[in-house]
């Protein structure tokens, strides 16, 4: 470690530190980023309101229960990275809490527990409605959250983490909101998860991009590592392009329908252009909110191309 990001991490450290402890709870659960988990329930709340099944109180319920499981998977992996080493003092990446010692991990894992548990309050609302499908998805979804961080090999540590958030923050959370409101799954619902997780797969490929030596180091295999860097930007280009075709295939029918999609495709390539250009270093921090910004560019773009065209 340099001088000089020494001093930037004592510096750190003492700002964390004289900041009120609920604020350290409110840095650990990365709540700039429940973007991810609340946009796909959007996505499937506006499919079903397109068909005049919209229901103000699933979604909600959907909202809550989604929230609190990204809350409770980011508490259990700022606990279990903590205890191992790995989010240490030479982490790029915005502070964890346990790596920095500011708060031990028995605790974050108390609270982590908490926020599962909360979970469970609106997903029982929600099973009640929409039975056994919603409730295999909601016990799926809190043993990755677990699993996710720990056991023997964590998901955060092998290639699957992209294909996982396509999968639970893409298709099957546009689709089970969907079905909550009584619309069965179809090509075009299933499409638009795609389009959803997509986004949401880049922003987890940029945080492993930007730590890729030191996942590599802690013996993490990521999909960032096994691909090397300019395959990982090239990826990163890649989903946000393949998201923004799919949303231009779903409103296509003049070329004026494209002109909703076109602040989605200008940001898209603003960022893209910065994963390419931007060296490795803390300056990447920077993509993450751009890119769970660029998720809700294109669904609103969407919307509106088919709501007027």
């Known amino acids: 470690m340099t001088e000089t990001t020494s001093a930037l991490l004592n510096e750190t450290i ?13 840095v650990a659960a990365r709540l700039k980023t429940l973007g991810l988990s609340l946009t796909p329930v959007a996505a499937g709340s506006w499919v079903a309101a397109q068909a005049g099944a919209w229901r103000p109180e699933v979604m909600l319920a959907a909202m809550a229960a989604a929230a609190m499981i990204q809350v409770g998977t980011n508490l259990w992996n700022d606990a279990a990275d903590g205890a191992r080493g ?7 990446g915005p502070p964890r809490m346990t790596g920095l010692g500011l708060v031990s991990s028995t605790h974050m894992r108390r609270a982590a527990g908490l926020t599962f548990a909360a979970a469970t309050i609106p997903g029982m609302y929600l099973a009640l409605i929409g039975g056994w499908p919603i409730v295999a998805i909601g016990l799926v979804s809190l043993v990755l959250g677990y699993f996710y961080s720990m ?24 689709a089970g909101t969907a079905y909550l409101h009584g619309q069965p799954p179809s090509g075009t619902i299933l499409a638009i998860g795609l389009i959803t997780g997509l986004p949401a797969a880049a922003v987890l490929l940029l945080n492993n991009h930007r730590d890729r030596v030191q996942d ?28 923004w075709a799919g949303g231009a295939a ?5 070329l004026p329908s494209l002109l909703p999609l076109f602040p989605a495709a200008l940001l898209g390539l603003v960022l893209a252009w910065a994963m390419i ?23 609103v773009g969407l919307a509106m191309a088919r709501a007027l065209f």
């Open 151 to 174: 056991g023997p090999k964590p998901l955060s540590h092998t290639p699957l983490g992209e294909i996982l958030v396509i999968l639970f923050f893409g298709v099957v959370a546009v």
């Open 250 to 254: 779903l409103s296509f029918n003049a």
């Open 14 to 26: 003492l700002r964390l530190q004289s900041l009120p402890r609920p604020v350290l709870w409110v």
């Open 216 to 243: 590599a180091a802690s013996g993490r295999r990521t999909l960032a590592i096994l691909i090397g860097k300019g395959a990982s930007q090239a990826l990163f280009f890649l989903l946000l392009t393949t998201a």
């Open 277 to 299: 250009t931007i060296p490795i270093s803390a300056r990447l921090n920077r993509l993450i909110a751009g890119t769970a910004a660029y998720q809700v560019f294109l669904l």
């Open 86 to 92: 790995v989010d240490g003092p030479e982490r790029l």
